[in-house]
């Protein structure tokens, strides 16, 4: 009977001990700023897929970093995406920071973060949202009309307009 429960015990420990706790990911947006990050990776492989939504048309930038102190809470990122397009990475020793500055439509926009964790990772990162103002539109614009009227000119005079390789 004492082997029988000291097996049991041991079973249940071991069960205990090899199921970390898996915390969800979290977002936390307001339409301009906001964070995101991951407290409790287990061991192994993960993927993180997060949604938010921005209220125009305008830029999203974006952080995301892991710092490993031991091989236990160090973290690896395989991909990380917004809206399919993969972030920079920067790698030292260590740390590990990826960043991305992408234009975006009004609406939901997907992260999605992959990767692997020594047992006991966690990463975190940022979110911004900018519109551009509208002095910038007006002087893209602008610089827009004042190319296409040089190029009329051009073909009004018979000069040759060099053709965009």
Do not use: C
């Amino acid at each position: 009977m004492k082997k029988l429960l000291l097996s049991a015990a041991l079973a249940m420990s071991t069960i205990i001990v090899s199921a970390p706790a898996q915390a969800a990911a979290v977002i936390s947006f307001d339409g301009s700023t906001g964070t995101f990050g991951n407290t409790v990776l287990g061991a192994g492989a993960f993927s993180d897929t997060l949604h938010f939504t921005v209220p125009g048309m305008g830029s999203v930038g974006a952080t995301i970093s892991s710092i490993a102190v031991s091989l236990l809470n160090n973290v690896d990122f395989t991909s990380v995406t917004l809206n399919g397009q993969a972030f920079d990475i920067i790698n030292m020793g260590m740390q590990e920071y990826r960043s991305i500055t992408l234009p975006v439509t009004a609406g939901e926009q997907t992260l999605v973060i992959s990767g692997t964790s020594g047992g006991r990772g966690s990463y975190s990162g940022t979110l911004a949202f900018a519109v551009p103002e509208p002095a910038s539109w007006a002087m893209m614009i602008t610089g827009f009309g004042l190319v296409g009227g040089a190029i009329r000119m051009r073909r009004r005079k018979g000069i040759a307009v060099p053709a965009l390789a």
